[in-house]
């Protein structure tokens, strides 16, 4: 999720834990560990794809949270001595913020590796977009209300532990919507006679009413979306050619696997001035997709592995796009791709 709610969940969660027995210290620390699991990617790990593929993965995973947990601990207990007395409270508030970071993350698509060094595989149950207002805004409101209502501190308290409760409840809703989404989808392409080897269905952005469908097929994907509020229970998909033969030449470079493994097999593959380019499809609709990697050049005879390049997304054409998706909310006769 976006840095902003990260920040909001860490300070909501600090906040219930210590119930205002060390002042503000508890926000402002729970901000700090709601953000520090993220600083991985200030590391620089070798290329485009390293850099994208092992974020949020140690920084992320419970045990080495864990670790770090005490460490945390010592150090806040060091700067304010006089907090000593609630080190408990100081555990399972680093504790909680950290772990918090990483299961929301794991509501998202992108994928979070959860359970290294045990498993490597990237946790994502893609019911939760990256950036979500209805989940963020009832923790900013706990907060302010922490912040302001000063008079009333239990009445404050109340109104974050609310803050926290409501965002748990959106995204309880969000997983009843994907299942939901996803009994669809499955039905839509019985009926069209879609054969698919597997399926994503994810939020579009902003939101959870609007719902992404996408299945992959030996020749490409086909793209459908879907609303809540459609009356009827029938998806469109359109279909999209991938050239996954490019990377027969090159399967074995360590990029092309990694990105394969990463995507979950969720990805198209491109040519584009001669540049063989893998798009993951998780993240955006098409023709916007934010995460695309040359990983090859083709020339008159010959497909070989290129240095790794991340290419920037297709830019939008002002708002129309998110216009678009909006006015599709709402009526299932907007085209949308």
């Given at each position: 999720m976006d840095s902003i709610t990260q920040i909001a969940l860490g300070a909501s969660i600090s906040e219930a834990v210590m119930q205002n027995k060390v002042g503000r210290k508890a926000a402002l620390w729970g901000a700090i560990c709601g953000t520090l699991p993220d600083l991985d990617v200030l590391i620089p790990m070798g290329n485009a794809v390293r850099d994208f593929t092992y974020h949020r993965?140690?920084?992320?995973?419970?045990f080495y949270m864990a670790l770090a947990t005490p460490l945390l601990v010592w150090l806040?207990?060091?700067i304010h001595p006089k907090t000593k007395e609630y080190k408990i409270r100081w555990l399972i508030l680093v504790f909680l913020s950290f772990i918090t970071h990483s299961i929301l993350d794991g509501?998202?698509?992108?994928?979070?590796?959860?359970?290294?060094p045990f498993s490597n595989f990237p946790v994502g149950w893609s019911t939760i977009f990256v950036i979500d207002p209805l989940y963020t805004i009832p923790l900013l409101l706990g907060l302010t209300a922490i912040f302001f209502i000063t008079k009333k501190v239990n009445l404050a308290l109340k109104l974050n532990v609310v803050g926290i409760v409501v965002s748990s409840l959106y995204l309880i809703w969000?997983?009843?919507?994907?299942?939901?989404v996803s009994s669809i989808a499955e039905k839509s392409l019985h009926n069209q006679n879609i054969a698919v080897s597997q399926t994503l269905v994810g939020p579009s952005p902003f939101n959870t009413l609007l719902w992404r469908v996408i299945g992959m097929t030996d020749s490409g994907y086909v793209e459908g979306i879907y609303s809540l509020l459609d009356k009827s229970e029938d998806?469109?998909?359109?279909?999209h050619p991938s050239e996954n033969n490019l990377l027969d030449p090159i399967s074995d470079s360590w990029d092309v696997k990694r990105l394969k493994w990463f995507t979950k097999g969720f990805y198209k593959v491109d040519l584009l001035d001669n540049k063989i380019v893998i798009t993951d499809l998780r993240m955006g609709f098409g023709p916007f997709y934010f995460f695309n990697f040359v990983v090859g050049k083709k020339t008159s005879n010959n497909i070989s592995v290129a240095e790794t390049e991340k290419l920037e997304p297709e830019e939008f054409n002002g708002l129309e796009p998110l216009k678009r998706l909006w006015r599709r909310i709402w009526s299932e006769n907007i085209e949308f791709f």
């Open positions: 993965a140690e920084s992320h995973a419970f806040i207990t060091k509501f998202t698509v992108y994928g979070t590796q959860l359970f290294l969000s997983v009843g919507a994907k299942v939901n998806i469109k998909f359109k279909f």
